[in-house]
């Protein structure tokens, strides 16, 4: 495999200043430290049953799409995790066969990262920036993003991001994108990103899209109201306010 450039020869190649990647970065801490802190107070974490159940249902759904795809089982498959938070997702991956020593992780808040690697020591965590990725060329058999690309405001930085995730991502990998789709009207550090714009940022992969996760203003009174409920509107694939793309590198 070929050995990565120097990381920030690499951003400036890209036409991005330093200086805006940092500041860009600086910004998501401070929304992300800020957004955690009444989560930590009032239960509104992972365990929340909502998110509980988003998470299950993205996750089952990707069981299958994988195995349509031949990805049987993972074994022996290298795996990373752009804004891998706590970990969750590769923990998740280990029980489709994925080895420990495969599966690398990588996030921005040193915060999420102590909770990785406490949870999960065999796993490979790193602290950093998805602009920058400490990888080779062709690394990786599948890279996953969760919710990264919209909380990144700056389009220049996105596209940084997209290249580098596609440089570390081997040909025929699978590049598994999950993200809104809308903008928030309530939170301006978030930023809905449709087709087009996936397209855009994924050049020279074939793409497949599923709408999923009931929209959570609606599905976190919904499951508190009546899981039935739910149920139904999780349906509707009009309420659903995430795409799950599958991209494979040509």
């Not at 997702?89 to 996030?107: K, S």
């Not at 930085?157 to 809104?180: A, C, H, M, P, Q």
Request: aromatic share 8%; glycine share 8%.
């Amino acid at each position: 495999m070929q050995q990565q450039t120097e990381p920030k020869k690499q951003v400036v190649r890209q036409g991005l200043n330093v200086k805006d990647l940092e500041d860009e970065s600086r910004r998501i801490r401070k929304v992300y430290k800020q957004r955690e802190r009444p989560t930590a107070c009032h239960g509104a974490s992972p365990s929340n049953i909502y998110e509980r159940r988003a998470h299950l249902e993205r996750n089952e759904l990707l069981v299958k799409i994988l195995h349509k795809q031949g990805f049987h089982s993972l074994l022996g498959m290298r795996i990373l995790d752009v804004g891998c938070a706590g970990g969750s997702l590769l923990r998740h991956l280990l029980d489709l066969g994925a080895r420990p020593g495969d599966c690398f992780g990588m996030d921005l808040l040193e915060e999420r990262l102590r909770v990785a690697t406490h949870l999960s020591p065999n796993l490979g965590f790193v602290l950093g920036n998805g602009a920058l990725l400490p990888f080779p060329d062709d690394a990786f058999d599948i890279v996953f993003q969760s919710a990264l690309f919209t909380s990144v405001l700056d389009p220049r930085i996105k596209r940084v991001i997209s290249s580098e995730i596609l440089r570390t991502l081997r040909k025929g990998g699978r590049f598994v994108w999950y993200d809104f789709i809308y903008n928030n009207p309530r939170n301006a550090n978030v930023r809905g990103i449709g087709r087009r714009e996936i397209k855009e940022l994924l050049p020279n992969c074939r793409l497949r899209f599923w709408r999923v996760t009931l929209a959570p203003p609606i599905g976190r009174i919904a499951i508190r109201f009546s899981p039935l409920l739910y149920q139904v509107l999780s349906q509707l694939p009009l309420l659903r306010s995430h795409y799950l793309c599958i991209a494979e590198k040509l």
